[in-house]
């Protein structure tokens, strides 16, 4: 039995797989309509989200199983102070796969480690956000035609932002990736990933203006400063709003230069700028679905011809 932790549980092999068959989804969705007829997917979220729940919950869906969960802790029989270690001995009774959000991170692991069903861990605190990252590579394969050799600039929170250190980690396998981090000095990377970058030769960047690198992006990857990690109010007002990547900005960038953002945006893009045909965080949302469609088959071993 397979879980998900981290994106580097996939092999790049294996990811490639993931990908044909989430193309495959898309090119021909009827074919897996009934796929998963008599399956169930479990959402045990603790911590608020919306689009990667119901993501989740219209991959499985789409493929004619079932959905059951809870969106928040306080529904959920961890405000009655049960373990998430007893939670999932109790959702393998009900259901066939599982996705966990957490706060804390770690959280789907410990859950996995005692489950007797797959584990997709849905976002733990400021750690991992896996399936957001197969959403983002699915999207750059999809509209690039290509995993490897471009420069991608991350902007924004990088130091809470789990998808950003997830990305980078799935990214680090690919060759000629060259990063540029785009973030106040409050909120650079973590020097854990640095240091594994360093570590494999991968070079990177660190800047604080968005404007002075805008020309040298083939990927521009905006993310929210994430207030709810936060320790006090007041720096959270202050950094906020740091980046606004607006139309002059756009203009500073090559013709072929995406833009990827993995909701929700707060006021880090101009809504003026969605009708840019470079803008392909909408997109992305629907490859969202696809991957986790994928991913689901996978991981319960369904095969489709
Ligand atoms: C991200 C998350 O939850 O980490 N959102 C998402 O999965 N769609 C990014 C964010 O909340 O900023």
């Not at 605190?125 to 690039?144: A, Y």
């Not at 290509?146 to 600039?153: C, V």
């Not at 083939?218 to 320790?231: G, I, P």
């Amino acid at each position: 039995m397979r879980h998900l932790m981290s994106p580097l549980d996939f092999s790049v092999e294996e990811l490639e797989r993931l990908f044909d068959l989430a193309g495959d989804i898309e090119a021909h969705r009827g074919k897996y309509a009934h796929a998963c007829a008599g399956k169930k997917l479990a959402t045990c979220f603790y911590e608020p989200s919306t689009r990667t729940r119901l993501s989740f919950e219209a991959a499985m869906l789409n493929l004619g199983g079932s959905v059951i969960g809870f969106s928040d802790a306080a529904s959920s029989s961890a405000s009655k102070g049960e373990s998430v270690s007893d939670t999932i001995r109790v959702i393998s009774c009900f259901a066939d796969i599982c996705a966990m959000r957490h706060p804390k991170e770690g959280a789907p692991k410990v859950a996995a480690e005692r489950s007797s069903i797959p584990v997709i861990n849905a976002g733990d605190g400021g750690h991992q956000h896996p399936t957001q990252t197969l959403t983002d590579l699915l999207t750059i394969r999809s509209l690039k035609g290509r995993l490897d050799h471009f420069t991608i600039g991350l902007c924004g929170d990088l130091k809470f932002g789990r998808t950003v250190h997830s990305l980078i980690n799935a990214l680090s396998r690919y060759e000629g990736i060259r990063f540029i981090f785009i973030s106040p000095r409050e909120l650079m990377v973590p020097d854990y990933v640095t240091e594994m970058l360093n570590e494999k030769n991968i070079p990177y960047e660190e800047v604080i203006r968005l404007e002075s690198i805008m020309h040298r992006l083939d990927m521009l990857y905006m993310t929210r400063v994430q207030k709810e990690r936060f320790f006090n109010e007041e720096d959270y007002v202050r950094l906020k709003d740091f980046y606004i990547l607006d139309r002059a900005k756009m203009e500073l960038a090559g013709p072929d230069m995406l833009v990827l953002h993995p909701l929700p945006r707060v006021n880090e893009i101009a809504v003026e700028v969605d009708e840019d045909p470079r803008a392909a965080y909408f997109r992305q949302v629907q490859y969202g679905v696809y991957v986790r469609m994928a991913l689901i088959l996978t991981l319960l071993d369904i095969h489709v011809h």
